[in-house]
């Protein structure tokens, strides 16, 4: 029997058109190229289609789903057809400990296609959303001086990547 | 200071009931907790992975495109799963897959069913892909059932 053995109980899945291994290929380069990267990206799996799907219109053959990890964190990516598209509903945050960090995923994640938007909130080629987030912004922003917590959140709500100087500079304002 | 384990944590937009779906999602897992409950901010754990939910307003709906796969070691949690999520305003779909109340697809999903599909023995695998593709929620035996050639539970009765 094959082995399916993912470590996490809940694993995110994503509905692709036809882009799953593209996709998972996409984000397992952009993790593993990561400097200081702490655990593997990789692809572990791919199933295929066993017949020709009436549903998804896709051939026997071709790729059905992709089983991948991004730095310890588990994902499914499904083929399944164009009917289901991605919004912000749910969203992935990256969470940097560096603004070289931020930086780099940003920058990657907007690439050829890709959208900006608001807070630290991207679109990434395919339409996923992602939240590319300084640890140091969650630790401000929860910050017992709700002062301190409300300058940096209005600093943060002015950016679309990023920013942790300004945000610090909010922050320490006397 | 927040610290955060995992790199990428999966991040829910509600309308205003995060913390009312946290405290629910966590009353289903094992090893689960709420660890920050903010007016706008929730974060929460579910089998010690990290999840954030956010009261963000109505703008964004839950799309089938992103659910939550759930692996279940056999059928008693499946049902576990299964019954609880659909309960009270969710929705049953196909191949094991629901809507909560809230919206959010899952799909629960016994191990079995992975590791019968993907079976050397391309026969057997496509019986057991068959046979999931008529349940909605899945019966671990039917599929059992399906990959060993035997008949389908309509005349098993």
Same mark, same amino acid.
């Given at each position: ?13 994503? *509905? ?26 990789? &692809?572990?799996?791919?199933? +295929? ?43 992935? /945050? ?11 995923? *940003? ?22 959303? *992602? %939240? ?13 001086? =709700?002062?301190?917590?409300? +300058? ?11 920013? &942790? ?10 | ?10 991040? !829910? ?21 709420? =660890? ?67 919206? !959010?697809? *899952?799909?629960?999903?016994? +191990?079995?069913?992975?590791? !019968?599909?993907?079976?050397?023995? +391309? ?14 929620? &899945?019966?671990? %035996? ?8 035997? /008949? %389908? ?5």
């Amino acid at each position: 029997m094959a082995k399916f053995n993912p470590k996490q109980k809940i694993n995110p899945f994503l *509905w692709f058109d036809d882009q799953a291994e593209e996709a998972a290929k996409f984000y397992v380069t952009l993790f593993s190229k990561r400097k200081g990267a702490a655990k593997k990206s990789k &692809i572990i799996s791919v199933m +295929r289609y066993m017949e020709d799907d009436k549903n998804s219109g896709k051939k026997k053959g071709s790729v059905l789903c992709v089983y991948f990890t991004l730095e310890g964190q588990e994902f499914v990516a499904l083929n399944g057809g164009p009917l289901f598209k991605f919004n912000e509903s749910v969203s992935f /945050v990256i969470n940097c400990k560096t603004q070289t960090e931020v930086d780099y995923f *940003w920058n990657k994640l907007i690439a050829d296609g890709g959208e900006e938007s608001m807070c630290g909130w991207l679109k990434d080629k395919y339409g996923l959303s *992602w %939240q590319v987030t300084p640890t140091i912004l969650i630790d401000m922003m929860i910050d017992k001086n =709700t002062k301190k917590a409300s +300058r940096v959140m209005q600093v943060m709500m002015t950016q679309r990547k990023i920013e &942790i100087e300004p945000l610090k500079k909010a922050f320490n304002q006397k | 200071m927040a610290t955060l384990k995992q790199k990428i944590s999966p991040f !829910l937009w509600f309308d205003n009931q995060a913390s009312e779906a946290a405290t629910f999602y966590c009353s289903l897992f094992n090893n689960s907790k709420v =660890t920050q409950d903010t007016p706008m901010v929730v974060t929460f754990e579910l089998e010690g992975q990290k999840f954030l939910a956010l009261n963000g307003g109505p703008q964004f709906k839950f799309t089938e495109a992103l659910s939550l796969f759930v692996d279940c070691e056999d059928q008693k949690e499946v049902d576990h799963f299964w019954y609880k999520l659909i309960a009270d305003g969710g929705e049953e779909s196909m191949c094991g897959w629901l809507k909560d109340k809230y919206g !959010l697809s *899952w799909q629960i999903i016994p +191990r079995t069913l992975m590791e !019968l599909m993907g079976d050397k023995d +391309r026969a057997k695998a496509q019986r057991v892909m068959q046979a999931m593709m008529s349940m909605r929620k &899945i019966d671990v %035996q039917q599929l059992k059932d399906a990959y060993n050639g035997q /008949v %389908q539970s309509q005349t098993k009765n």
